[in-house]
């Protein structure tokens, strides 16, 4: 299987209109953009339950309306214990907030409530004013807030036209 990143890259949109950040890609292989993971069945699922079934592959639609799925962390953190994971991610702020920079999204969404900081001192160190938002992630019995909050945001997310 293709490295996520490669496969990452393949669907980044010209123009990002809204950027969604994961934490990392699971040490499992799994990955959103091989279509294989939890994140990307509940992502479709709630993206279909507020703006209707389309037609073709979700993840070309998804890029299709400009969003993008980027992970603060560019190597998996969820195998490491609770302090290596915080301090991982800490450190990959500064990353993020260059692509950020790079990016120049309309609103950023936080897919793990525990990001939230990290993420939105990236937005701020990147000089973005995009809109930001939180979500749980859709695991560990979160699932049905996670489909809640996307609800709430989802007709509000810059899409390409």
């Known amino acids: 299987m293709e490295p ?8 980044r949109p010209d123009r990002i209109t809204t950027l969604f950040v994961g934490e990392s890609a699971p040490a499992s292989g799994a990955f959103f953009y091989h279509g294989d993971s939890a994140m990307l069945r509940y ?5 279909e339950a507020a703006l209707g079934v389309g037609s073709g592959d979700f993840l070309d639609r998804f890029k ?6 980027d992970d603060l ?14 301090v991982r991610c800490r450190a ?6 260059e692509r950020i920079a790079e990016y120049q999204p309309n609103a950023i969404v936080s897919l793990l ?11 701020v160190a990147a000089g973005s004013s995009a809109a930001r938002y939180a979500v749980p992630f859709p695991g560990m019995g979160q699932q ?18």
């Open 113 to 123: 409530l525990g990001i939230k900081e990290i993420v939105d001192a990236a937005a």
């Open 64 to 69: 299709a309306w400009g969003w993008f799925l």
């Open 73 to 86: 962390v560019l190597t998996p953190v969820n195998d490491l214990n609770p302090a290596e994971r915080i």
């Open 4 to 11: 996520a990143e490669a496969t990452r890259a393949r669907y």
């Open 92 to 97: 990959a702020q500064m990353s993020l907030a």
């Open 144 to 161: 049905r807030r996670f489909l809640d909050a996307m609800a709430r945001i989802i007709p509000t997310l810059p899409r390409a036209k």
């Open 43 to 47: 992502m479709q699922r709630a993206t």
